[in-house]
């Protein structure tokens, strides 16, 4: 410490003399908090140097995710950490807050994806069984787009196709979905090629869209001319050739699946871009058959019923498929107070050509109406048919008759009708229905009760035969034994006349040999008058003399 100057005896306060401060020194005692703030300064810069971005990802429940504890990771590789979780302001999602590695900042784009890998079942396969042990983990797909983003919405299931499988995407059409799911199998003669992407119903309404997503190298393999069927289940069909039984794989009757095929007599395929559309037919037959693209309507009404007809039955042509039904009505005919059946049919002109009309020839020349008015004029006529007795199935069947009634095609309606005929399984029950009613009108009760006077006659009868019977064994009998016993007599009578030693025998042998001498006499008498008529009248020559 400095010296203080002497108080003066006097009481007084001495004036306050200004002096020049002497340097300072640095304490020991600051020196651990420096060094202190300038580690913690360091930490915290190099914290915010090796922190990646924030990003948020919103899911429908946050349920397996914890705040740091669950990862982020793409191929297996942690690539951020999930720092919090908590509810959306409509608390209708969750938010959660991750944030990301550096090195992972180019993952943050447009396009990429983010779900909760929990265990599942899709598609015939398990995937997800790693996180009963582990816990649940998000899994990312990185996008491609140039567009960089922070805020993300989170899938509810894993993408069956990720953005590093090289492959193309396309887009099939079907009426119905049946047993198609969400990672699906899609099979290329019998090879797993593809799975099921999505499924959804079209905008309006008429359709389902299918994305198929098929790998390289089956997706060169997809073109114009290829055709997709739904594989799900078993393709059960009977034809001449037996009973066919078709299926793709076990997997795809528990869980269904699509395949496709490229026809090799349709026509010279195209290639087609990815998200090409396809029609997604019902069975490989139906996929594989020719599909026309010259379709032409006509209308058949029958007075039969048409039981057994179904949307989607062949048109025959003596034996040839050549259209399809295409809907069954009623036609009500107001003056004669009766109703018909209306079958509207689509015909396939092309599967009529003559195999061997040179093109741009007669059959090309004519048009639709002057082809069926010559075909209907010729006795074209449509007849039900049935397919199946058992199932009682009926088909259409077109075919020229000999001598039908006249009839002509009126072309001002549309669409046109085509004459037709009772015919097939509809004329046979008419014709089993007017013997019932003829055999309805056959007195069968007094039928009976005559038969029944007759079978009395008939029983008086046999036993008056049996009464004689019994007569001709009692009384006729033993006559008939005296009878023939008179004549076995009689007949050994004459076989001892006739016998060789017998008088008789020799009598008549003497008198044939006289016989014969007065035979041999007259003879000789007349072959001399032969010769000497004059004899009658003169008399023997020799007596004359």
Known sequence: MHDLPPIPDDGEVPAAVARKPGPRTLQLVWIIPIVAAIVGGGIVVKRVLDSGPQITIQFNSADGIEAGKTRIKYKAVDVGTVRSVRLSGDHKSAIVTAEMDPEAKDFLVADTRFWVVRPRIAGGEVSGLGTLLAGSYIGADPGHSSESKRNFTGLETPPVVTSDLPGRAFTLLASNLGSLDVNSPVYYRGVLAGRVVSAQVAGDGGQVEVAVY??????????????????????????????????????????????????TDQGTP?????????????????ALRPHETVIENYLLKFTQSVRGLAVGAPVDFRGVTVGRVKGIDLDFDARTVSFRSAVRIEIYPQRMRPRNARPGGRYDVMSPEQRMR???????????????????????????LKGPPAATMDY????????????????????????????????????AEDLRKSLAQLRSTLGKVDGLVQHLDTDVTPEMKAAIAQARKTLKAAEQVLSSDSPVQGDLRETLEQVNRAAESLRSLTD??????????????????
């Open 270 to 286: 195209q290639p087609v871009p990815a998200e090409a559309h396809f029609p997604l037919w019902d069975s490989r037959s139906e």
């Open 412 to 447: 001002a309606q549309s669409p046109p009708e085509i004459p037709t005929v009772s015919g097939g399984l509809g004329e046979l029950q008419e014709s089993v229905a007017n013997i019932i009613k003829k055999l309805e009108k056959v007195p069968f009760d007094a039928i």
């Open 374 to 400: 010559t075909f209907v004029e010729h006795g074209l006529r449509g007849e039900l048919h049935s397919t199946n007795l058992l199932t009682g199935q009926l088909f259409v069947a077109l075919d020229f």
């Open 214 to 263: 098929i790998h390289v190298p089956y997706d060169r393999f997809v073109n114009s001319q290829t055709r997709f069927w739904n594989a799900s289940g078993v393709d059960f069909s009977v034809d001449a050739s037996g009973v066919k039984v078709e299926t793709q794989s076990l997997v795809t009757l528990l869980v269904g699946g699509i395949a496709f095929e490229t026809p």
């Open 528 to 545: 001399y008058l032969e010769r000497h008529p004059e004899s009658l009248i003169r008399g023997r020559r020799g007596e004359a003399k």
